[in-house]
C-alpha cells in the first residue's frame, strides 16, 4: 500500500498564519487603539501567567532567550575567569552566553536521551567551576535530581536553559522551576511562540529577581531608581498580547504533540535502524512536550535525501553540528565521542501542530520504505 504524494513540510509558518490570522489581527488593533507598546499590562499579565504556571515567583518577560540566559547569569555573578558547564548538543546562544559574561563555556556529553549526560557533567568540575546550564532540550527536563545532586556537593550555581521545554516536567516540577534562575524562548518555532523574538527569566529568589529586573530595564527598579549598570532587553507588549491569546491553546498544543509522539513510537518504534526519543507515558519521572522529534537512524544522509524526494521536510539541529565541532571557537582540543557520534545519525521528523494524523502515516511509511529496500 501507498499513499499519493503529499507535502510535509517540517515547519508550517503559513498554516500558523490561518490558524490565528483573526486572532492576531484583533490583539494587534487592540494593543495599537491603547497605545501600549512597552512595559505595559499585556506583559505583566503574561509574567504573572508564566510565574503561575511553572510554580516559581517572579517571571521577567525579556527580548530573547539568549539575552534571558546571559542576564541571568550576570545576576548570578557569574564572571571572568569562571567556567560553566553545558552540554554540547545544544544551541550555540547557550555557550555565547556564557561568553558575553566574560566565563568560559566547558562542554559535555549528552546521554541517550539527548539530554546532558550527569556523569560527563561531573567529570567535568575543576576548581574554576561556577555554575551548570542544563538544558532542557526537544521537550524534555534533565535528570534534575541527579544533576541538582552534584551541583549541589561542589556548590554551583544552576541556571535552566529551558527554551525547548514550556510544560515539560520532571517528577510532576516543571522545567524552568528548578535553578536559581532559568530562561525561557518564545521565537515563532517553540512550543509557544509569538511573531517575532521574546524570552522570560524565572526566579525563586527575591535578589535575583531585582537584579534581572534591573539589568533588563537600564538599570532601573520598578520604583524607577537606579542603583547600577544595566540595558534594554524588555519583551515587547505586544509580543506579550500576542502570547496571551496563544496561550489560550498551550494545552491542547502539548497534548496534541504527545500524541503524535505515541503515533511515531507505535509507528516507527519496531525499527532497529532508528533510536526513538522516549516514549511519552513510559517514564512516570518525565513529562515530555515534544518541542522536537529527535531520532536517531542508521544511513541519515540518505534517508534525509529520500524524504526530501517524497516530500518530507527534516532537519538536523544546529545545522548538524553541536558546539564543539565548530571550528575557531576554541573548542578544537575538546573530544565529546559520544555527541560526535551522536550528531553523526541525529534527524528531527516534522511534530507540529499543521500535521494531521495522515501526515504523520505518510512520514513513517516512507520511513518503513526506505529501510525495507535499504537493507
Ligand atoms: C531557541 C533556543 C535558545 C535561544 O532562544 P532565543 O529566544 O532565540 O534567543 C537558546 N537555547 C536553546 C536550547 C534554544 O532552543
Not at 47 to 62: C, F, L, R
Not at 139 to 144: A, K, L, P, V
Not at 192 to 206: A, E, I, Q, S
Request: glycine share 6%.
Amino acid at each position: 500500500m501507498t499513499t499519493a504524494k503529499r507535502s510535509v513540510p517540517f515547519f508550517n509558518y503559513k498554516v500558523f498564519q490561518n490558524k490565528y490570522g483573526d486572532r492576531l489581527n484583533r490583539v494587534i488593533q487592540d494593543v495599537i487603539s491603547r497605545g501600549a507598546f512597552i512595559l505595559q499590562k499585556d506583559v505583566e499579565e503574561f509574567e504573572q501567567k508564566m510565574a503561575s504556571y511553572i510554580g516559581v515567583k517572579h517571571a521577567i518577560g525579556v527580548a530573547n532567550c539568549t539575552d534571558g540566559l546571559e542576564i541571568a547569569l550576570m545576576a548570578a555573578g557569574i564572571q571572568r575567569g569562571d567556567e560553566v558547564i553545558l552540554p554540547s548538543h545544544t544551541f550555540i546562544a547557550t555557550a555565547a552566553a556564557v561568553k558575553t559574561v566574560g566565563a568560559e563555556p566547558v562542554l559535555v556529553e549528552c546521554g541517550s536521551d539527548h539530554l546532558m549526560d550527569p556523569k560527563s557533567f561531573e567529570n567535568a568540575m575543576t576548581k574554576k567551576t561556577r555554575a551548570v546550564i542544563p538544558v532542557q532540550l526537544n521537550g524534555r527536563t534533565c535528570d534534575m535530581d541527579a544533576i541538582l545532586s552534584i551541583a549541589e556537593k561542589y556548590h554551583l550555581i544552576v541556571v535552566e536553559d529551558a527554551a525547548q521545554a514550556l510544560g515539560s516536567m520532571y517528577k510532576n516540577k516543571k522545567a524552568g522551576s528548578f535553578g536559581l534562575a532559568a530562561a525561557f524562548s518564545f521565537y515563532p518555532a517553540k512550543i509557544l511562540g509569538c511573531l517575532g523574538d521574546g524570552g522570560m527569566v524565572m526566579t525563586n529568589h527575591d535578589a535575583m529577581a531585582d537584579k534581572i529586573y534591573r539589568l533588563h530595564e537600564h538599570g532601573r527598579s520598578q520604583a524607577g531608581d537606579i542603583n547600577c549598570w544595566g540595558r534594554n532587553s524588555r519583551l515587547d507588549n505586544l509580543q506579550a498580547a500576542i502570547l496571551n491569546e496563544i496561550w489560550q491553546d498551550h494545552e491542547s498544543i502539548i497534548t496534541r504533540r504527545r500524541e503524535i509522539a505515541v503515533l511515531y513510537q507505535e509507528r516507527l518504534g519496531d525499527l532497529k535502524q532508528l533510536h526513538l526519543p522516549p516514549a511519552p507515558q513510559l517514564d512516570f519521572n518525565h513529562f515530555d512536550v515534544y518541542q522536537n522529534y529527535e531520532i536517531e537512524a542508521g544511513n541519515r544522509d540518505a534517508l534525509q535525501m529520500y524524504l526530501k524526494e517524497q516530500g518530507i521536510g527534516t532537519l538536523q539541529q544546529w545545522n548538524g553540528k553541536a558546539i564543539h565541532q565548530h571550528e575557531n571557537l576554541g573548542f578544537d582540543t575538546v573530544k565529546l565521542p559520544m555527541t560526535d557520534k551522536m550528531t553523526s545519525r541525529y534527524l528531527m521528523i516534522p511534530i507540529n501542530m499543521s500535521l494531521t494524523n495522515d501526515d504523520v502515516e505518510y512520514v513513517c511509511e516512507k520511513i518503513r520504505f526506505f529501510y525495507k529496500n535499504s537493507i
